[in-house]
C-alpha cells in the first residue's frame, strides 16, 4: 500500500501566531519540532495497517519545516517549492492508494483559527462553483484527480467539520479550536497519539471512495488589495468582475491550479 501525506503547520496543536510559523522566530523551532512529530505519527499509523510506500509532501511556507533525519528511513519526503500546479500536493499520482493531511486548518473567510488563510494571506476569498474552497478542499480535489481518496485529516475545528461534511467517514484529529486570536488546544503528545491511532483506522478502513469532481470548475477569487486584481486581470483567460474580484472557467481541474499557481 501507498501513503501519500500532505503536511502543514497552521493547524498543529497549540499553534496560536503566525510567528510561530515562520523560520528566524524563536517561537518557530518548538511548533517544527511539533510538526514533524505529527508527521511521524501520521507515518507510524500508516505503517502499522500495511503502508509500505509513503511520500511525504512538506507543505509550508518554505517547504522545509520537517527534520527528515527524525522520520523513518523507509519514508521519502519532497522539500522545497517546485512551482508544480500541485503545489501542496507535489509528488500525486494514480499510484497511491491513500492521501493523509496532517497540520491543516481553516480558509480563508473563516474565522476559524487565528491563521486562517488559502494558500496565501493576500486574498479574502477563494470559491469553486460557489463553495469556499480550503486547502483541504483544493488539495483534496487534487487527489480526486488521480482517483486517490483523502483518509484523514488534522487541524482546527474548523476544516475538521469542513472535511467530514465534504468526505463521509474521513478520520480526523481536532488539535485546536480558535476563537479570535487564540486557541484552545489539546495537549500535544495526546495529538500524537490520536493521529497515530486514526491514520491507522483510516488506512485500514479501505472503504473511502475518492471524491467526485464537478464537471465544470467556475472560480472566484476576491483580493484584499484592489490593485492586485487589476495587475492579476491582464492574466490571460481570467474576467475582472469588480475591484477586488476576478473569475475564470475551466472543465479540466488541472488547468485551474494551472491558473491558480500564478494567481495566488
Wanted: proline fraction near 4%; aromatic fraction near 8%; glycine fraction near 8%.
Amino acid at each position: 500500500m501507498k501513503v501519500f501525506i500532505s503536511a502543514d503547520i497552521e493547524g498543529t496543536a497549540g499553534i496560536a501566531s503566525w510567528d510561530e510559523t515562520n523560520k528566524g522566530h524563536a517561537d518557530y523551532t518548538y511548533f517544527s519540532r511539533q510538526m514533524t512529530a505529527e508527521v511521524n505519527a501520521a507515518i507510524s499509523g500508516a505503517m502499522k495497517s500495511g503502508a509500505s510506500e509513503i511520500l511525504i509532501r512538506d507543505a509550508h511556507g518554505s517547504a522545509r519545516n520537517i527534520d527528515p533525519s527524525a522520520l523513518p528511513d523507509c519514508v521519502r519526503i519532497i522539500r522545497g517549492w517546485a512551482r508544480d500546479p500541485f503545489m501542496m500536493m507535489q509528488g500525486i499520482d494514480a499510484s497511491f492508494d491513500a492521501v493523509v493531511f496532517t497540520g491543516y486548518h481553516s480558509p480563508s473567510g473563516r474565522g476559524l483559527n487565528p491563521l486562517s488563510h488559502t494558500m496565501t494571506g493576500d486574498i479574502f476569498s477563494l470559491k469553486i462553483n460557489g463553495e469556499l474552497v480550503s486547502e483541504f478542499l483544493m488539495n483534496a480535489m487534487s487527489a480526486a484527480y488521480y482517483k486517490v481518496p483523502v483518509v484523514f485529516l488534522s487541524g482546527d475545528a474548523g476544516i475538521a467539520k469542513i472535511a467530514r461534511d465534504k468526505v463521509p467517514g474521513i478520520e480526523t484529529v481536532v488539535t485546536n479550536t480558535g476563537s479570535g486570536s487564540s486557541v484552545d488546544s489539546i495537549h500535544p503528545a495526546k495529538v500524537v497519539r490520536l493521529i497515530e491511532e486514526g491514520v491507522s483506522r483510516a488506512i485500514s478502513n479501505g472503504s473511502i471512495k475518492p471524491m467526485t469532481l464537478p464537471e465544470k470548475f467556475e472560480v472566484e477569487i476576491v483580493y484584499i488589495e484592489h490593485t492586485q486584481t487589476h495587475r492579476l486581470s491582464f492574466f490571460p483567460g481570467v474576467e475582472k468582475a469588480d475591484d477586488r474580484t476576478l473569475t475564470f472557467t475551466e472543465s479540466d481541474y488541472f488547468e485551474v491550479l494551472r491558473k491558480l499557481l500564478f494567481l495566488l
